[in-house]
């Protein structure tokens, strides 16, 4: 005789086979969601450091600007002062020159404020012909003196120079010099400057 098996129920292997089956695909889907839980919060968490990486960046990149700006400014505001600091030089060199030529003395070229003023007539100082004679005066003191050149002119064109040197002086001081010309019928003085 032969057995048979009751129909519509299952045997007990393919019972269990079914509960492991279950028991493994939940375990994966457990594993699987655990795996992914975890990708998502390592994701997160180098989004989140990504973008304190980059707040961090554009931070520093803000301080830079900040100080650059700063730097800027205070270029410009050395520049102004500069400026301002020129002008008043300017201002205070064109006082003191108009203050010499109403007196009647000629500006001399250079950055120190030395005038001169020749004086009126012919000059014998030697026994060799003309003598160039004239006031210097300084607006700023030279406590060594001030060297002088003095170029001889025969109408317009230098036929000589002589040089000399005064005494030292304080602001506002003045000496007289008187230096034999070479020749020509007139002097200018081509350059003076304070000693050192």
Not at 31 to 51: D, F, I, K, R
Not at 144 to 153: D, H, K, N, P, R
Not at 172 to 193: C, N, S, W
Request: aromatic content about 6%.
């Amino acid at each position: 005789m032969s057995e048979t098996k009751p129909k519509g129920t299952i045997g007990g292997g393919v019972m269990l086979a079914l509960l492991l089956s279950s028991v493994l695909i939940l375990g994966a889907g457990v594993m699987v969601y655990g795996w992914s839980a975890t990708q998502l919060a390592s994701a997160e968490e180098l989004h989140q450091n990504a973008e304190r990486k980059q707040d961090s960046k554009e931070a520093a990149e803000q301080a830079q600007n900040e100080r650059d700006l700063e730097i800027a400014r205070e270029k410009e505001a050395k520049r102004k002062a500069d400026a301002a600091a020129a002008a008043l030089v300017r201002a205070e060199q064109a006082r003191k020159d108009k203050a010499a030529t109403d007196q009647g003395y000629y500006v001399i070229p250079g950055d120190v404020s030395i005038y001169y003023k020749a004086h009126e007539g012919d000059y014998t100082c030697t026994s060799e012909g003309r003598c160039a004679v004239f006031t210097v005066m300084t607006a700023d003191p030279c406590p060594e003196g001030i060297a002088v050149t003095v170029s001889a002119l025969d109408g317009d064109v230098s036929v000589g120079a002589v040089y000399g040197v005064t005494a030292g002086l304080p602001a506002t001081g003045v000496a007289q010099l008187e230096l034999a010309m070479p020749g020509g019928d007139k002097f200018q003085v081509t350059e003076a400057h304070c000693m050192d």
